[in-house]
């Protein structure tokens, strides 16, 4: 695989920080950051912006049942694309590069290839993925997914978001559910360029993130079922109280992660009580708990230590406990040869490139068993995101995308159906 820049392209940084901040006009929070939840109407908005970039780059846009966007720039040979993909869904506390640098980054390579004049080989696709976050709807990795066909489209437009509403009225509403089918495109390969959202590459001092793979991903609901009463008058032995089971849980999955320790994370992101007054005592409370690993059998393990918690809390607490598995994910490993290219277009171009883990979920992870797929993380200001306050530097940007766009065209010039 050669390393050199035959056509001695950059990425055009001005214009990728320019879409950034366009892109984070659709659904702009007061005071930084944005909110464009999946399906929403800041979600339509940007997808509008992002197609009409597609279109006005000379792509070939298809939006499928799900409402994944993807659009091809043809190669010389009619062979299998090389794809580089993410997502424009946001949290609700979204910064302006988780996902969206993926897929600008991706675009900024095709307006440098349109500006040089370039054809590569094979043609380059640019995919935006429905709901990756699952912060709406869950699973996450949705669109991503459904493409991979490892989540069934008809469980995916059924999935419904704290209002009843489903992922498949949602894109109705929104005019995105389109007519093509999902997977339609198989890539020669797969990358996903992304903010590292953790501390380690800037506290080790490296620039690009050569990521060897994901972590496992387990989010359950549980919904607790308890009998509203006077906080005044009711004997501490008559309560069945469903804001102390739900505090049991959130302070034991705490302890589950310390008793593990190592790569192990628990996360209570959510915890609703019902009627949630200051006089009354919890009738219902809805609590997720997000645990994830490195290590398949000790994340079974951690929701085996969970599973027990809720059991012996429900048996204390008098209370009925009622689980929803949101998402389950196994620790997912990516093409060694597609990490070595990272590693080693980053180091021919000067970086300080470190090969690393993904804490965080991708679209990318969906890819690994189909086709080689490799990530490129930069680093992550104070390893924030998730949190409107998410930056990063624009000269780690470049970096990134220079790494990401001379890999893909590695990647564009090869001729054999799978490396
Ligand atoms: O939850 C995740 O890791 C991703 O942001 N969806
Ligand atoms: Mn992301
Ligand atoms: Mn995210």
Same mark, same amino acid.
């Given at each position: 695989m050669t390393l050199t820049n035959p056509h001695n392209l950059r990425i055009d940084i001005d214009g990728l920080m320019? @879409?950034? $901040?366009?892109?984070?006009?659709? =659904?702009?929070?007061? *005071?930084? *950051?944005? +909110?464009?939840?999946?399906?929403?109407?800041a979600d339509k908005a940007g997808r509008d912006r992002v197609t009409g970039w597609m279109r006005a780059l000379g792509?070939?846009?298809s939006i499928d049942h799900i409402g994944n966007m993807i659009g091809v720039r043809a190669g010389q040979e009619n062979l299998a694309p090389v794809m580089i993909g993410s /997502?424009?869904?946001? &949290?609700?506390t979204g910064g302006l590069y988780d996902g969206n640098l993926g897929v600008l980054a991706g675009l900024e390579i095709i307006a440098a290839l349109n500006a040089a004049g370039v054809q590569t080989r094979r043609p380059i696709a640019v995919a935006a993925f429905t709901n990756e976050e699952g912060a709406r709807f869950a699973p996450d990795m949705m669109g991503s997914a &459904?493409?991979? !066909?490892?989540?069934?489209? =008809?469980?995916?437009?059924?999935?419904?978001?704290?209002? *009843?509403?489903?992922?498949?009225?949602?894109?109705? @509403?929104?005019?995105? @559910? !389109?007519?093509?089918?999902?997977?339609?495109?198989?890539? /020669?390969c797969f990358f996903e360029l992304h903010v590292e959202q953790g501390p380690v590459l800037e506290e080790a001092g490296f620039e690009i993130g050569a990521v060897t793979g994901v972590q496992g991903i387990s989010w359950m609901e549980y919904v607790i079922e308890g009998v509203s009463n006077h906080a005044g008058t009711t004997p501490m032995r008559l309560r069945r109280d469903a804001g102390h089971a739900a505090a049991v849980i959130a302070v034991e999955a705490r302890q589950i992660a310390?008793?593990?320790? =190592?790569?192990?994370?628990?996360? &209570?992101? &959510?915890?609703?009580?019902?009627p949630g007054l200051v006089n009354v005592i919890a009738r219902r409370a809805r609590i997720t708990v997000d645990l994830r690993n490195t290590d398949e059998a000790l994340l079974r393990r951690a929701e085996a230590m969970m599973a027990e918690v809720v059991r012996e809390t429900a048996a204390r607490e008098q209370v009925t406990i009622t689980g929803r598995r949101l998402a389950r994910f196994e620790p997912v490993a990516f093409d060694p040869g597609m990490i070595g290219l990272v590693h080693d277009i980053a180091a021919?171009?000067?970086?300080?490139?470190?090969? $690393?883990?993904? =804490?965080?979920? /991708?679209?990318?992870?969906?890819?690994?068993? /189909? +086709?080689?797929?490799g990530m490129v993380f930069v680093p992550s200001k104070g390893g924030i995101s998730h949190n409107i306050r998410e930056h990063t530097d624009p000269e780690q940007l470049q970096a990134g995308a220079d790494v990401l766009m001379q890999a893909v065209l590695a990647k564009a010039e090869e001729t054999e159906a799978r490396s």
């Open positions: 320019a @879409r950034l $901040m366009q892109l984070g006009q659709d =659904g702009a929070l007061e *005071g930084g *950051g944005v +909110c464009r939840l999946a399906l929403s109407d792509l070939e846009v /997502h424009i869904d946001t &949290v609700a &459904v493409d991979r !066909g490892s989540l069934e489209i =008809g469980a995916a437009l059924a999935a419904a978001d704290a209002d *009843g509403l489903t992922v498949g009225e949602e894109l109705a @509403r929104i005019g995105y @559910r !389109g007519p093509a089918e999902p997977g339609h495109i198989t890539p /020669h310390a008793k593990l320790g =190592g790569d192990q994370v628990a996360t &209570v992101g &959510v915890c609703a009580l019902d021919a171009d000067g970086r300080k490139v470190m090969r $690393m883990p993904s =804490g965080a979920g /991708h679209d990318a992870q969906m890819f690994a068993p /189909h +086709c080689p797929t």
